[in-house]
């Protein structure tokens, strides 16, 4: 059984690099004005300052899960917090627009080195009976890194300089990568050497995938360069499939879907990255097109959303070890697709910002019941030393459901309303909403195929799918 030290500093570290790397999702995007002053650009040059993350973030999750396996855990996890230290460090010095892209790129791949492994770290350090606890503190981080984003980007942008968004990241990293090597345990996978073959194709698909999104408005859902980017990466992926059946060592065994506690879970965490993501991008725009508040003030309004799964996500992990994942995350989406459905009724150019708490509480609160039960979900249905391979899967699915999220609701956007005047911006925005909420509907039905809890001592909900791997290997 791990000591309380040795789970406490896991905690500490995993948490405080988790916090660093979700931060950074939105930080940028209250600086864009600033930085198109200094650095100049196009519209697009300054789009992939947050593209460049997000793409390499996304197509890169399931490598650095794969090399944690590999080569080791807590090495990995200090490598992933070490490039994304030099890539922070990279974006500030950036002399130009084309060199902050780049830098922006390579913070991501250090963060899609990080962010499964936070997991994955967890998971070893904690006992199923226990982990629901630790699993609501991470989730509750996590949820504050990207609450306090635009709210952080807003405030250093406005009393110091854009520069400093970026350089804050740098002495946390100096602190945390030579802790995690000196406190954590070193843990490694099943996998005696790196899938190569998989790790191409995974990438590659999940690069084709995700750039078609994210250049899918911008360009159009027609365009050559979409339909080619989506159509040959979701070829890749298949493809990938295909070779994960053969595989000698697999980079993500195809098996772990067989499990209706992992893939409901997974179908769960898209719908509602897709349904909430989408939906926060394009109020948060609200705020500032049609109200005309700072980026600053608009980050602090939408903290009644962003900022509940601080509060609420821990006590949802503890709920999640007594009384399963199942009812909680049905309870989260429902949730999450009450208030959107809420905000709709509510919308309007001159909506007083009282009219928005409710449903932003009620949203955030749907958000927090869902994310430390899907990853104990996710974990306890597959073996131990799987944990890597099955962090690196959901960690990926639910980025590509905020990606696809953000590019399919800004489409119904376009296509009902638009930036033009106020009264238009809330015409697209409210079918977007609409959208929203019934994806997030499914997803609280696809909560109900997770499996009920099983009450024989410290175990979870999804004990018998593990079990049963063990008993066909």
Same mark, same amino acid.
């Given at each position: 059984?791990?000591s309380?030290?040795?789970?406490?500093?896991?905690?500490?570290l995993?948490s405080?690099?988790?916090?660093?790397?979700?931060?950074?999702n939105?930080v940028?995007?209250t600086?864009l004005p600033?930085?198109? !002053?200094?650095?100049g650009?196009?519209?697009d040059?300054?789009?992939?300052?947050v593209n460049?993350?997000?793409?390499?973030?996304a197509v890169?999750?399931?490598?650095?899960?794969?090399l944690?396996?590999?080569?080791?855990?807590?090495r990995?996890?200090?490598?992933g917090?070490?490039?994304?230290?030099?890539?922070?460090?990279?974006?500030?010095?950036?002399?130009s627009?084309? +060199?902050?892209?780049a830098?922006r790129?390579?913070?991501?791949a250090?963060?899609?080195?990080v962010?499964?492994?936070?997991l994955?770290?967890?998971?070893?350090?904690?006992?199923?009976g226990?982990r629901?606890v630790?699993?609501g503190?991470?989730?509750g981080?996590?949820g504050?890194?990207?609450?306090l984003?635009?709210?952080i980007?807003?405030a250093?942008?406005?009393?110091?300089?854009?520069?400093w968004i970026?350089?804050?990241?740098?002495?946390?990293?100096l602190?945390?990568?030579?802790?995690? !090597?000196?406190?954590?345990?070193?843990?490694?996978?099943?996998a005696g050497?790196?899938?190569?073959?998989?790790?191409?194709?995974?990438s590659?698909g999940?690069?084709?995938v995700?750039?078609g999104?994210?250049?899918?408005n911008?360009?159009?859902?027609t365009s050559?360069?979409?339909?080619t980017s989506l159509?040959?990466g979701?070829?890749?992926?298949?493809?990938?499939?295909?070779?994960?059946?053969r595989? =000698?060592?697999?980079?993500l065994?195809?098996?772990?879907?067989?499990?209706?506690?992992?893939? =409901?879970?997974n179908?769960? /965490?898209?719908a509602?990255y897709?349904?909430m993501?989408g939906?926060i991008f394009?109020? +948060?725009?609200?705020f500032?097109?049609?109200?005309?508040? /700072?980026p600053?003030?608009?980050?602090?309004?939408t903290?009644?959303?962003?900022?509940?799964?601080?509060?609420? #996500?821990p006590?949802?992990?503890?709920?999640?070890?007594r009384?399963?994942s199942?009812?909680?995350?049905? /309870?989260?989406?429902?949730?999450q697709?009450?208030?959107?459905?809420?905000?709709?009724?509510?919308?309007?150019?001159?909506?007083?910002?009282?009219?928005f708490?409710g449903?932003?509480?009620l949203?955030?609160?749907?958000m927090a019941l869902?994310?430390a039960? =899907?990853?104990?979900?996710v974990?306890?249905?597959?073996?131990a030393?799987e944990?890597?391979?099955?962090?690196?899967?959901?960690?990926?699915?639910?980025?590509?459901g905020?990606v696809?999220?953000?590019a399919?609701?800004? /489409?119904?956007?376009?296509?009902?309303?638009?930036?033009?005047?106020?009264?238009?911006?809330?015409?697209g925005?409210?079918p977007?909403a609409?959208?929203?909420?019934?994806?997030l509907?499914?997803g609280a039905?696809a +909560?109900?195929?997770v499996?009920r809890?099983r009450?024989?001592?410290?175990s979870?909900?999804?004990?018998? +799918?593990?079990?049963?791997a063990?008993?066909? #290997?």
């Amino acid at each position: 059984m791990a000591s309380p030290r040795r789970t406490g500093w896991t905690l500490a570290l995993v948490s405080a690099a988790l916090f660093m790397v979700t931060l950074d999702n939105l930080v940028v995007t209250t600086a864009l004005p600033s930085i198109h !002053r200094e650095l100049g650009g196009g519209i697009d040059s300054l789009e992939w300052t947050v593209n460049a993350y997000t793409l390499s973030f996304a197509v890169l999750l399931l490598t650095g899960a794969a090399l944690g396996d590999r080569f080791g855990r807590r090495r990995m996890f200090s490598v992933g917090l070490a490039v994304f230290t030099v890539g922070s460090a990279a974006a500030a010095l950036a002399p130009s627009i084309g +060199a902050l892209v780049a830098a922006r790129a390579l913070q991501g791949a250090g963060g899609a080195l990080v962010t499964p492994l936070t997991l994955t770290l967890l998971s070893e350090a904690f006992p199923a009976g226990r982990r629901g606890v630790a699993l609501g503190i991470w989730s509750g981080i996590s949820g504050l890194g990207v609450a306090l984003g635009p709210v952080i980007g807003g405030a250093v942008v406005n009393g110091i300089s854009w520069h400093w968004i970026f350089w804050l990241n740098v002495p946390i990293g100096l602190v945390v990568a030579p802790l995690a !090597r000196l406190r954590l345990i070193e843990s490694r996978g099943l996998a005696g050497r790196v899938d190569l073959r998989g790790l191409v194709l995974a990438s590659s698909g999940l690069f084709g995938v995700v750039f078609g999104l994210v250049r899918a408005n911008a360009l159009g859902w027609t365009s050559a360069t979409v339909l080619t980017s989506l159509v040959g990466g979701a070829s890749l992926v298949a493809v990938f499939g295909w070779w994960e059946t053969r595989a =000698a060592a697999p980079m993500l065994p195809l098996r772990f879907f067989r499990s209706r506690a992992f893939t =409901a879970t997974n179908a769960v /965490s898209l719908a509602m990255y897709f349904g909430m993501f989408g939906s926060i991008f394009l109020l +948060a725009q609200f705020f500032q097109i049609v109200q005309h508040y /700072s980026p600053l003030q608009a980050g602090l309004r939408t903290l009644p959303w962003t900022g509940m799964p601080m509060i609420v #996500a821990p006590i949802a992990g503890v709920l999640s070890d007594r009384i399963g994942s199942r009812p909680l995350m049905f /309870s989260g989406l429902a949730l999450q697709s009450a208030a959107l459905a809420w905000l709709v009724g509510v919308l309007a150019p001159g909506t007083p910002y009282s009219s928005f708490v409710g449903p932003f509480v009620l949203a955030g609160t749907g958000m927090a019941l869902v994310f430390a039960p =899907a990853a104990n979900a996710v974990l306890s249905s597959v073996r131990a030393s799987e944990a890597g391979q099955a962090s690196g899967a959901t960690n990926a699915i639910r980025e590509l459901g905020g990606v696809l999220g953000i590019a399919v609701l800004a /489409s119904v956007f376009t296509a009902a309303g638009g930036y033009a005047s106020p009264t238009l911006f809330v015409a697209g925005l409210r079918p977007a909403a609409v959208v929203g909420a019934a994806v997030l509907g499914a997803g609280a039905l696809a +909560a109900l195929a997770v499996p009920r809890l099983r009450h024989r001592g410290a175990s979870s909900q999804e004990d018998a +799918a593990p079990a049963a791997a063990r008993a066909a #290997a």
